[in-house]
């Protein structure tokens, strides 16, 4: 039976370099970094007191007003992402929405730890005025799958709707199982990414206390140096990153721009610890082996790697570790990494860096890498310090995330 192809027809972000995807690439190209001091509650106390933080957000038309003062920012996020992408594949309004079946558009957007504002203000109310001061909508707001639900509800998508989990690999689960569902025949249309929210007092705490992050407080831009050897922890980065993916034919008969082609995606588990990656990378090795097989694709084939490579010291050398176990001349291949300057975005990670990817597809220009002044050893892979122009033979994009997580997605230029 011959497969479903899917497409890309729509994206949509919130990130640091704002909500527009056109903007936020050129951001990137230039090499700019969203990294800064965070201002917007207290940090004195902490060990890292920088992110690249998203800072007097406003969803606009995109919420309804009273819905959008209530819910948590990662709701917020979600929804603004999310119809900036369907708006970008023209199925927003009601005329372009009458000529589809909407029990055939699902949504599956993830987020890694969701409504952490919502919840330590729930906490707070309870601990300091009781059972009855619980807001009513504490629970709706917290859990991870709210996010993708309101989409739907919004847009009345009646297809397959849920959210994964799985720390910062979220993204690229989600974009997988979205896809498996239009390959399987269960739905036409899926919008799919992840989501994250937690550059908040515990949020922050939390990673601190892990001892996770980067403390160079002195030179924040500087802070996020994937593969640099004076990298000391990865910076914290949050917003959405949202894509319509479509099966081809459907998305042929009604006319939509088509961004790209998913190829196939891979899913693994290191099974080794609870925070750090196996340190010879076999699960991401597995993970990546898996992905090009589901694309039918040889290593040689892929020409342009968006890495996970957060800028933690153990992290960014155990998947160049595992990569040199799949590719074997990665002479041949660029690699970058767009956390050097948006951050690490936790659940929204892989949903950002597709947007980055699919843009380096269409534009045929790939983002250079930030803060690269002393490059670890025996790297490889070539490992841009400025704009390069390139064309795009098949990309990869790693997510992996705390728990042993992996997921990698593989997209490509459009041919008929």
């Known amino acids: 039976m011959k497969r479903r192809r899917i497409v890309v027809t729509g994206m949509g972000l919130v990130s640091c370099f704002g909500n527009e995807v056109e903007p936020f690439y050129q951001s990137l190209l230039e090499g700019k970094s969203g990294v800064k001091p965070i201002e917007h509650f207290p940090v004195a106390e902490a060990s890292t007191r920088f992110a690249a933080s998203i800072v007097g957000f406003d969803p606009g038309d995109y919420m309804e007003k009273k819905t959008a003062r209530r819910t948590d920012p990662y709701i917020r996020y979600a929804m603004v992402a999310g119809k900036k992408a369907l708006q970008n594949a023209r199925l927003f309004t009601p005329e372009e929405l009458e000529k589809t079946d909407k029990t055939r558009v699902g949504v599956i957007v993830g987020s890694g730890m969701g409504g952490m504002q919502v919840f330590c203000d729930g906490v707070q109310s309870y601990t300091e005025k009781g059972y009855k001061r619980v807001n009513p909508f ?98 914290m980065g949050e917003g959405a990153g949202v894509l319509v993916l ?43 082996k898996k992905a090009l097989e589901d694309a039918e694709l040889a290593p040689e084939q892929i020409s342009y790697v968006n890495a996970h490579a957060t800028s933690t010291p153990v ?82 994009s790693n997510s992996f995330g705390f728990g042993g997580h992996n997921a990698s997605v593989i997209f490509a230029p459009y041919h008929k």
Request: charged share 20%; net charge negative.
């Open 138 to 235: 504490f629970v709706p707001f917290i859990i991870t799958n709210m996010a993708g639900a309101l989409i739907a509800k919004d847009m009345g998508f009646m297809g397959p709707n849920y959210s994964i989990s799985t720390a910062c690999a979220t993204s690229n689960n989600s974009i997988v199982a979205a896809a498996n569902h239009i390959r399987s025949g269960e739905a036409d249309i899926m919008v799919t990414g992840g989501v994250e929210a937690a550059i908040q007092e515990l949020g922050l705490a939390g990673f601190c206390a892990i001892g996770a992050l980067s403390e160079r407080n002195d030179d924040p831009q500087k802070a996020s140096r994937p593969w640099d050897k004076a990298r000391d922890g990865f910076v």
């Open 246 to 288: 479509e099966e081809l034919e459907h998305a042929l008969k009604r006319g939509a721009t088509i961004y790209g082609e998913y190829l196939g995606g891979g899913l693994s588990c290191d099974a080794y610890h609870m925070t750090d990656p196996h340190p010879e990378g076999l699960g991401v090795a597995l993970c990546i």
């Open 315 to 396: 992290g960014d050398m155990a998947e160049v570790r595992a990569m040199h176990k799949i590719f074997k001349h990665p002479e041949n291949i660029v690699m970058n990494s767009t956390k050097s300057m948006v951050g690490h975005c936790l659940g929204a990670a892989g949903g950002i860096e597709a947007i980055a990817v699919i843009k380096a597809i269409e534009t045929g220009i790939v983002h250079p890498n930030i803060n690269l002044d002393n490059p670890e050893d025996g790297i490889g892979f070539q490992l841009p310090t400025e704009p390069k122009k390139m064309e795009i033979q098949a990309a990869l």
